[in-house]
């Protein structure tokens, strides 16, 4: 079953969801979970409770969430905690089981007692892979109860679930970009002036990665003034580490060469979206930021998720295979060079400069390549597949 190509109208407030949401780390679920239960509400008109088991890493993200509650409305949305003793609730009309995480059993069979049954959907994990565009859609009946459960894929190809994409974020993004009192107020918020047009504005948020050393050595020791903005985050303590500091933290400046590296508090989503908008490269990790900068429209390198059994160079390559289709070759052989060099966590110093010479090429692309997934936005998508699935129910129900 596949997505309408075409937008429809808003869906009637009268229409409940519930989110599920099991924090593993990195806050690239919640991310995730956070913005489409916000974009369904506020622009969709649903009633969404948003139910949270780890509330610390959601105030991360919203910071008037209070994390010591258990029920709380932020920005619209009804925010639950998710806990082990889950009480007694009405199940909504579209429930949505994020990244595969297990519902409340109990949950479960309040959800088969209904008399029009929600549309469940296991809203997966972003892939570019071929494979997707053939599971996007499919049913998975329940072994024992009247229940049906879809499978919702998000991606970058109209077989697919698409992308999350507010309905103002481009025309804000161009707004900022073209204004340059904004983009002044933004850097006075961070605590600098704006930078020099000759400087190269780099955001850098990232796992562990031992080739940053070689990346840092190529910036510092390059012709061209490098300033690197690093939010709070896991490679924080490296980065720390080159300027000889054992404890990095928000509001530190270091410098070598041509390099300055500052270091950034933990940003929420909104603001993370203008680092991305002010900076001309943006380093990337996981599925919600590598989503953002994409819709930035910059050269971005991404560092996906390591996996132990390594299958995630095939979903690197998938999405490379899919990004660099009208990318000319050289262009595409230094991209290509550094995202794996990054991702190898070695050599990323020595691909550096191949992909600094075709940063002209890689920024056209990339304003290209949001032009061609603008069309495709994951929360519209869904609410037309909820359509879909309650049109063949009623089919099914008159022919009874």
Same mark, same amino acid.
């Given at each position: 079953?596949? *997505?309408?190509?075409?937008?429809?109208?808003?869906?009637? &407030?009268?229409?409940?969801?519930?989110?599920?949401?099991?924090?593993?780390?990195?806050?690239?679920?919640?991310?995730?979970?956070?913005?489409?239960?916000?974009?369904?509400?506020?622009?969709?008109?649903?009633?969404?409770?948003?139910?949270?088991?780890?509330?610390?890493?959601?105030?991360?993200?919203?910071?008037?969430?209070?994390?010591?509650?258990?029920?709380?409305?932020?920005?619209?949305?009804?925010?639950?905690?998710?806990?082990?003793?889950?009480?007694?609730?009405? *199940?909504?009309?579209?429930?949505?089981?994020?990244?595969?995480?297990?519902?409340?059993?109990?949950?479960?069979?309040?959800?088969?007692?209904?008399?029009?049954?929600?549309?469940?959907?296991?809203?997966?994990?972003?892939?570019?892979?071929?494979?997707?565009?053939?599971?996007?859609?499919?049913?998975?009946?329940?072994?024992?109860?009247?229940?049906?459960?879809?499978?919702?894929?998000?991606?970058?190809? !109209?077989?697919?679930?698409?992308?999350?994409?507010?309905?103002?974020?481009?025309?804000? !993004?161009?707004?900022?970009?073209?204004?340059?009192?904004?983009?002044?107020?933004?850097?006075?918020?961070?605590?600098?002036?704006?930078?020099?047009?000759?400087?190269?504005?780099?955001?850098?948020?990232?796992?562990?990665?031992?080739?940053?050393?070689?990346?840092?050595? &190529?910036?510092?020791?390059?012709?061209?003034?490098?300033?690197?903005?690093?939010?709070?985050?896991?490679?924080?303590?490296?980065?720390?580490?080159?300027?000889?500091?054992?404890?990095?933290?928000?509001?530190?400046?270091?410098? !070598?060469?041509?390099?300055?590296?500052?270091?950034?508090?933990?940003?929420?989503?909104?603001?993370?979206?203008?680092?991305?908008?002010?900076?001309?490269?943006?380093? +990337?990790?996981?599925?919600?930021?590598?989503?953002?900068?994409?819709?930035?429209?910059?050269?971005?390198?991404?560092?996906?998720?390591?996996?132990?059994?390594?299958?995630?160079?095939?979903?690197?390559?998938?999405?490379?295979?899919?990004?660099? +289709?009208?990318?000319?070759?050289?262009?595409?052989? &230094?991209?290509?060079?550094?995202?794996?060099?990054?991702?190898?966590?070695?050599?990323?110093?020595? &691909?550096?400069?191949?992909?600094?010479?075709?940063?002209?090429?890689?920024?056209?692309?990339?304003?290209?390549?949001?032009?061609?997934?603008?069309?495709?936005?994951?929360?519209?998508?869904?609410?037309?597949?909820?359509?879909?699935?309650?049109?063949?129910?009623?089919?099914?129900?008159?022919?009874?």
């Amino acid at each position: 079953m596949k *997505p309408l190509a075409k937008p429809t109208t808003t869906i009637s &407030a009268a229409l409940s969801c519930d989110i599920f949401c099991n924090v593993i780390d990195n806050y690239g679920d919640i991310g995730v979970c956070w913005r489409l239960a916000r974009q369904l509400a506020n622009e969709h008109g649903l009633q969404v409770r948003l139910w949270v088991d780890d509330l610390d890493s959601f105030a991360k993200l919203c910071p008037e969430a209070d994390a010591a509650l258990e029920t709380q409305h932020c920005r619209g949305v009804e925010v639950r905690r998710w806990q082990h003793d889950f009480p007694a609730v009405q *199940p909504a009309d579209l429930v949505i089981e994020a990244f595969a995480c297990k519902l409340p059993q109990s949950y479960i069979e309040a959800m088969a007692t209904r008399e029009i049954k929600p549309v469940w959907v296991n809203l997966e994990y972003l892939s570019a892979e071929d494979w997707v565009r053939g599971c996007h859609g499919l049913p998975s009946p329940h072994p024992n109860l009247p229940l049906v459960k879809y499978f919702f894929f998000p991606g970058f190809t !109209r077989q697919t679930g698409g992308l999350l994409l507010e309905r103002d974020l481009l025309v804000r !993004r161009d707004a900022f970009q073209n204004d340059a009192a904004q983009q002044q107020a933004f850097w006075r918020s961070i605590g600098m002036q704006m930078p020099a047009a000759d400087t190269l504005k780099v955001s850098l948020f990232s796992y562990e990665n031992a080739a940053l050393g070689g990346l840092f050595d &190529a910036w510092s020791g390059g012709v061209q003034p490098v300033l690197c903005l690093v939010p709070e985050g896991r490679i924080l303590p490296q980065a720390g580490q080159y300027f000889g500091d054992a404890a990095p933290c928000a509001g530190k400046t270091y410098s !070598r060469g041509n390099l300055q590296v500052r270091v950034l508090p933990f940003v929420e989503q909104e603001r993370y979206d203008e680092l991305l908008w002010a900076c001309d490269v943006n380093y +990337v990790r996981g599925e919600d930021s590598c989503v953002r900068a994409q819709w930035a429209g910059k050269p971005f390198i991404w560092q996906i998720y390591p996996q132990h059994d390594s299958v995630h160079w095939d979903k690197l390559q998938a999405f490379l295979n899919l990004y660099n +289709v009208t990318l000319g070759a050289a262009a595409s052989r &230094a991209l290509q060079e550094l995202w794996k060099a990054w991702n190898k966590e070695s050599g990323a110093g020595q &691909a550096w400069p191949g992909f600094a010479e075709v940063r002209g090429e890689l920024e056209s692309h990339a304003q290209h390549w949001v032009r061609q997934l603008a069309g495709n936005n994951l929360a519209l998508n869904l609410l037309d597949f909820y359509r879909e699935i309650g049109r063949m129910r009623a089919i099914k129900i008159e022919g009874q």
